[in-house]
Protein backbone atom coordinates (compact mmCIF):
# COMPACT_ATOMS: atom_id res chain seq x y z
CA UNK A 1 0.00 0.00 0.00
CA UNK A 2 0.92 3.49 -0.61
CA UNK A 3 0.15 6.25 1.75
CA UNK A 4 0.51 10.30 1.37
CA UNK A 5 -0.24 11.92 5.31
CA UNK A 6 -0.90 15.46 5.76
CA UNK A 7 0.01 16.04 9.12
CA UNK A 8 -0.93 19.38 10.58
CA UNK A 9 -3.19 21.70 12.40
CA UNK A 10 -6.76 22.37 11.52
CA UNK A 11 -7.19 25.01 8.97
CA UNK A 12 -3.70 23.88 7.09
CA UNK A 13 -5.45 22.92 4.29
CA UNK A 14 -5.23 19.22 4.49
CA UNK A 15 -8.95 18.41 3.56
CA UNK A 16 -9.19 21.31 0.34
CA UNK A 17 -5.45 19.73 -1.06
CA UNK A 18 -6.82 16.13 -1.24
CA UNK A 19 -9.73 17.30 -2.80
CA UNK A 20 -7.29 18.82 -5.22
CA UNK A 21 -4.85 16.20 -6.06
CA UNK A 22 -7.67 13.73 -6.27
CA UNK A 23 -9.61 16.29 -8.57
CA UNK A 24 -6.59 16.55 -10.85
CA UNK A 25 -4.99 13.08 -10.72
CA UNK A 26 -8.52 10.67 -10.14
CA UNK A 27 -6.04 7.70 -11.65
CA UNK A 28 -3.09 7.90 -9.22
CA UNK A 29 -5.22 9.62 -5.38
CA UNK A 30 -8.36 8.68 -3.46
CA UNK A 31 -9.12 9.92 -0.10
CA UNK A 32 -8.41 7.49 2.96
CA UNK A 33 -12.07 7.69 4.08
CA UNK A 34 -12.20 7.77 8.53
CA UNK A 35 -14.43 6.41 10.52
CA UNK A 36 -15.09 8.00 14.07
CA UNK A 37 -17.69 7.94 17.00
CA UNK A 38 -17.48 11.73 16.87
CA UNK A 39 -19.81 13.88 16.05
CA UNK A 40 -19.96 14.94 12.09
CA UNK A 41 -18.68 18.34 11.33
CA UNK A 42 -20.95 19.99 8.84
CA UNK A 43 -18.76 20.13 6.20
CA UNK A 44 -17.98 16.09 6.51
CA UNK A 45 -22.05 15.07 6.32
CA UNK A 46 -22.06 17.46 3.28
CA UNK A 47 -19.01 16.60 1.22
CA UNK A 48 -17.69 13.06 3.19
CA UNK A 49 -14.51 12.40 3.99
CA UNK A 50 -15.20 10.63 7.08
CA UNK A 51 -18.12 7.79 8.80
CA UNK A 52 -20.04 8.23 12.18
CA UNK A 53 -19.96 5.10 13.95
CA UNK A 54 -21.42 4.62 17.19
CA UNK A 55 -19.01 3.35 20.22
CA UNK A 56 -21.00 -0.48 20.01
CA UNK A 57 -20.63 -0.29 16.37
CA UNK A 58 -17.02 0.97 16.49
CA UNK A 59 -16.30 -1.57 19.20
CA UNK A 60 -17.74 -4.26 17.33
CA UNK A 61 -15.59 -3.45 13.99
CA UNK A 62 -12.94 -3.98 16.07
CA UNK A 63 -13.46 -7.20 17.04
CA UNK A 64 -14.35 -8.32 13.76
CA UNK A 65 -11.40 -7.35 12.44
CA UNK A 66 -12.92 -5.29 9.88
CA UNK A 67 -10.85 -1.85 11.10
CA UNK A 68 -7.18 -1.55 9.22
CA UNK A 69 -4.28 -3.36 10.25
CA UNK A 70 -2.47 -0.24 10.93
CA UNK A 71 -4.69 2.06 13.07
CA UNK A 72 -7.39 2.50 15.48
CA UNK A 73 -7.16 4.68 18.90
CA UNK A 74 -9.09 6.62 21.48
CA UNK A 75 -8.57 10.39 21.92
CA UNK A 76 -10.71 12.70 23.88
CA UNK A 77 -13.45 9.78 24.64
CA UNK A 78 -13.99 9.37 21.22
CA UNK A 79 -12.63 6.37 18.35
CA UNK A 80 -11.08 6.62 15.07
CA UNK A 81 -10.38 4.33 12.79
CA UNK A 82 -10.22 2.81 8.92
CA UNK A 83 -12.28 0.17 7.36
CA UNK A 84 -10.17 -2.30 5.77
CA UNK A 85 -12.90 -2.30 2.83
CA UNK A 86 -12.37 1.02 2.04
CA UNK A 87 -8.45 1.34 1.27
CA UNK A 88 -7.40 1.11 -1.90
CA UNK A 89 -4.73 -0.73 -2.70
CA UNK A 90 -4.21 0.26 -6.50
CA UNK A 91 -4.21 3.76 -5.65
CA UNK A 92 -2.11 6.44 -3.48
CA UNK A 93 -4.25 6.77 -0.29
CA UNK A 94 -4.12 9.93 0.88
CA UNK A 95 -5.04 10.11 5.02
CA UNK A 96 -5.13 13.60 6.89
CA UNK A 97 -4.58 13.19 10.37
CA UNK A 98 -2.94 14.36 13.91
CA UNK A 99 0.40 12.81 15.22
CA UNK A 100 -1.28 9.89 16.47
CA UNK A 101 -2.30 8.65 13.76
CA UNK A 102 0.40 8.85 11.84
CA UNK A 103 2.10 7.24 14.34
CA UNK A 104 -0.15 4.48 14.61
CA UNK A 105 0.22 3.88 11.22
CA UNK A 106 4.11 4.20 11.53
CA UNK A 107 4.42 1.84 13.33
CA UNK A 108 2.29 -0.89 11.40
CA UNK A 109 3.36 -0.36 8.26
CA UNK A 110 5.18 -3.67 6.11
CA UNK A 111 8.24 -3.62 4.09
CA UNK A 112 6.24 -3.42 1.02
CA UNK A 113 4.35 -0.75 2.40
CA UNK A 114 5.42 3.01 1.52
CA UNK A 115 4.67 6.50 3.64
CA UNK A 116 5.09 10.11 2.47
CA UNK A 117 4.49 12.49 5.16
CA UNK A 118 3.68 16.10 4.63
CA UNK A 119 3.44 18.43 7.60
CA UNK A 120 1.55 21.41 6.64
CA UNK A 121 1.79 24.69 8.28
CA UNK A 122 -0.61 28.46 7.79
CA UNK A 123 -0.89 31.40 9.78
CA UNK A 124 -2.93 31.22 12.71
CA UNK A 125 -5.67 33.88 11.84
CA UNK A 126 -5.81 32.24 8.55
CA UNK A 127 -6.40 28.69 10.04
CA UNK A 128 -9.33 30.36 12.21
CA UNK A 129 -10.91 31.68 8.91
CA UNK A 130 -10.57 28.37 7.12
CA UNK A 131 -12.02 26.30 10.38
CA UNK A 132 -15.41 28.91 10.51
CA UNK A 133 -15.79 28.93 6.89
CA UNK A 134 -15.37 25.05 6.64
CA UNK A 135 -18.08 24.40 9.75
CA UNK A 136 -21.06 26.63 9.97
CA UNK A 137 -22.06 24.52 13.00
CA UNK A 138 -18.13 25.31 14.56
CA UNK A 139 -17.51 24.27 17.64
CA UNK A 140 -15.55 27.07 19.58
CA UNK A 141 -14.58 25.45 22.43
CA UNK A 142 -13.03 22.50 20.32
CA UNK A 143 -11.20 24.72 18.16
CA UNK A 144 -9.89 26.67 21.63
CA UNK A 145 -9.21 23.54 23.51
CA UNK A 146 -8.14 21.29 21.19
CA UNK A 147 -6.86 23.11 18.07
CA UNK A 148 -4.72 25.91 18.94
CA UNK A 149 -2.62 23.23 20.73
CA UNK A 150 1.28 24.83 20.87
CA UNK A 151 2.51 21.10 21.80
CA UNK A 152 1.32 19.99 18.26
CA UNK A 153 5.14 19.86 16.94
CA UNK A 154 6.34 18.33 20.43
CA UNK A 155 3.67 15.45 20.35
CA UNK A 156 5.33 15.22 16.57
CA UNK A 157 8.78 14.85 18.28
CA UNK A 158 7.97 12.51 21.29
CA UNK A 159 6.16 9.90 18.86
CA UNK A 160 9.29 10.42 16.51
CA UNK A 161 7.64 11.43 13.59
CA UNK A 162 9.82 13.21 10.56
CA UNK A 163 8.06 14.26 7.87
CA UNK A 164 9.24 14.15 4.17
CA UNK A 165 8.53 17.70 3.28
CA UNK A 166 7.25 20.76 5.29
CA UNK A 167 4.66 23.20 3.49
CA UNK A 168 3.29 26.60 3.82
CA UNK A 169 0.11 26.32 2.73
CA UNK A 170 -0.83 30.27 2.79
CA UNK A 171 -3.41 32.54 1.51
CA UNK A 172 -4.16 31.37 -2.45
CA UNK A 173 -0.83 29.93 -2.49
CA UNK A 174 -0.70 28.05 -5.79
CA UNK A 175 0.37 24.07 -4.94
CA UNK A 176 1.09 23.23 -8.23
CA UNK A 177 4.94 23.19 -7.52
CA UNK A 178 3.91 21.42 -3.97
CA UNK A 179 1.61 18.86 -5.94
CA UNK A 180 5.06 18.03 -8.49
CA UNK A 181 7.32 17.56 -5.65
CA UNK A 182 4.35 14.65 -4.25
CA UNK A 183 3.89 13.37 -7.97
CA UNK A 184 7.63 12.63 -8.33
CA UNK A 185 8.09 10.85 -4.71
CA UNK A 186 5.87 8.72 -6.42
CA UNK A 187 7.66 8.14 -9.66
CA UNK A 188 4.44 9.42 -11.47
CA UNK A 189 5.12 11.51 -14.56
CA UNK A 190 1.88 13.37 -16.28
Same mark, same amino acid.
Given at each position: ????????????????????????????????????????????????????????????????? +??? @??? &?? !???????? $? #??????????????????????????????????????????????????????????? +??? @??? &?? !???????? $? #????????????????????????????????
Amino acid at each position: MKYLFFLGEFGTGKNFLTSKLVELYPNFFEENIQVTTRPLRSSEIEKGGCLHLSHEEFKTAIMRK +ELS @NYE &FF !ERTGNYYG $N #LRKLENKEKINIINGDPERCASLKEHLSSEDKLFIIFLTADDVLRVVRYLKRDQNADLD +EML @NRH &FD !EHYKIRCS $N #LKIKPDLFYDNGYKKDPSNFFNDILKNFDINV
